[in-house]
């Protein structure tokens, strides 16, 4: 899309920006999905033609605005084509869109008005749930076409988040691709923050996949051993396990079968590599890819370490979609936690992030106007157990439009399919 102020065909001026931020963003963030735009991309010393590139490539769906004449605009829209990209192309009501373009698909107009981008907001939905549903050729390459599904390469960490890092291909420059927690290889415990396991400029080997249309970097290989490891390395279980590395991070055994895990420190001293060592199970933990050992001639009197707490059930938690009147308990810079009427014996707090609020309330937090007790009407978006923290479940809502229900009204209502 175009950037910074420009003119639209019917003579006034906007700015661009205001239509993405305003707008664009907030919206597709309520769609479940992450919005992004070149300029955007954090962390990023590519030109801006590479991070276009890559952004293309990358991408879900492209959403391509010819409101105004843009030679770069018209350059992405000819890449999304050549790599065959779910595509929606919009216009502003009163643009001359070129005839071969409006000959190669359907052109949503809109109006830049009060009245009019709600109507764009409806439309544009709409084409991205209607190709969410579509059954979607594999997308194509500018480079020569490789069949495989998994296709092995090297790849250097370019961005490190919380949940995911994002990796190039070292032998192909403009292969980029995220990879996220639960791609981490399943030898290895999946950490509670990226950070701990990978930094910017690390190398490591690793699998280009596309996965429902989107290329993505795994380092799992195979079929997940985890269901076969729980039966197999069972709490109070021996084995004979063989020191397969020894390191700063510690002493690293494997057992039979090929689960790892990583000998405590005070157990550790004098083992070195190809040494055979006698284990006892503690524990195993498949969310988090963990396998907890002891040396099985462990000292008396040496504390166990504390297995994780039982997975909850998810029968005492709220459905996704139910409405519910809930309460401020815990106001925050970008968030606020709130407690819903419809259950007020969970252990667990629901999180209402900034993105997910009504303007007028993300305006008020802003201005940290926003206190304990402040009442909200909100749907809920997600109900899950935590990867990071066994034992918890996770509930995410977003605020909805109704009339609120006094704190003691405690019945859901269900939102209409």
């Not at 003579?11 to 993405?20: A, I, P, Q, S, T």
């Not at 990879?179 to 690390?202: A, E, L, N």
């Not at 494997?254 to 060592?277: I, M, N, T």
Request: glycine share 6%.
């Amino acid at each position: 899309m175009p950037y910074d102020e420009k003119e639209l065909p019917d003579g006034r001026v906007e700015n661009f920006d205001d239509l993405y931020e305003g707008h664009f963003e907030d919206w597709i963030r309520n769609w479940e999905l992450r919005p992004e735009r070149a300029d955007k991309a954090p962390g990023t010393t590519e030109s801006a033609m590479d991070v276009a590139w890559s952004g293309i490539d990358r991408a879900g769906f492209v959403v391509v605005d010819l409101s105004v004449p843009s030679t770069s605009v018209a350059m992405e829209l000819a890449w999304a084509l050549c790599l065959r990209k779910r595509l929606v192309v919009i216009a502003h009501e009163d643009a001359v869109v070129p005839t071969n373009a409006r000959g190669h698909f359907r052109v949503v107009r809109y109006e830049w008005s009060t009245r009019g981008l709600p109507k764009l907001r409806s439309s544009l939905h709409a084409e991205i749930e209607a190709m969410r549903q579509q059954r979607r050729e594999p997308e194509m390459d500018l480079r020569p076409y490789i069949p495989e599904d998994r296709l092995r390469a090297k790849a250097r960490v370019e961005e490190v988040s919380e949940d995911y890092i994002r990796v190039r291909d070292l032998g192909n420059p403009r292969r980029i691709a995220e990879m996220h927690k639960q791609d981490v290889s399943y030898q290895t415990t999946v950490p509670d923050h990226m950070s701990q396991r990978f930094f910017v400029g690390k190398e490591f080997s690793g699998y280009f996949v596309n996965r429902e249309n989107t290329l993505i970097f795994t380092q799992q290989e195979g079929e997940d051993p985890w269901e076969e490891w729980e039966q197999t390395y069972r709490g109070g279980s021996a084995f004979t396990a063989r020191v397969y590395d020894v390191n700063k991070a510690g002493v690293w055994v494997e057992l039979p079968g090929g689960g790892r895990s990583r000998v405590r420190d005070h157990e550790a001293a004098g083992l070195k590599e190809q040494d055979e060592v006698p284990v006892v199970i503690r524990w195993i933990d498949r969310a988090r890819q963990r396998i907890e050992i002891a040396l099985a001639d462990q000292p008396t009197g040496v504390p166990a370490p504390t297995a994780p707490p039982p997975a909850p059930s998810l029968d005492a938690y709220p459905q996704v979609g139910e409405r519910q009147g809930a309460t401020v308990s815990v106001p925050n810079a970008g968030f606020v936690l709130v407690k819903l009427d419809g259950y007020p014996e969970l252990p667990t707090l629901a999180l209402l992030h900034a993105r997910r609020m009504s303007q007028s309330l993300r305006e008020e937090l802003e201005a940290n106007r926003v206190e304990e007790g402040r009442r909200v009407w909100v749907a809920v978006t997600e109900v899950a157990r935590s990867r990071n923290k066994p034992g918890r479940i996770d509930i995410k809502v977003r605020e909805v439009e109704g009339e609120l229900p006094p704190p003691e009204a405690g019945d859901a209502e269900e939102v209409p399919a």
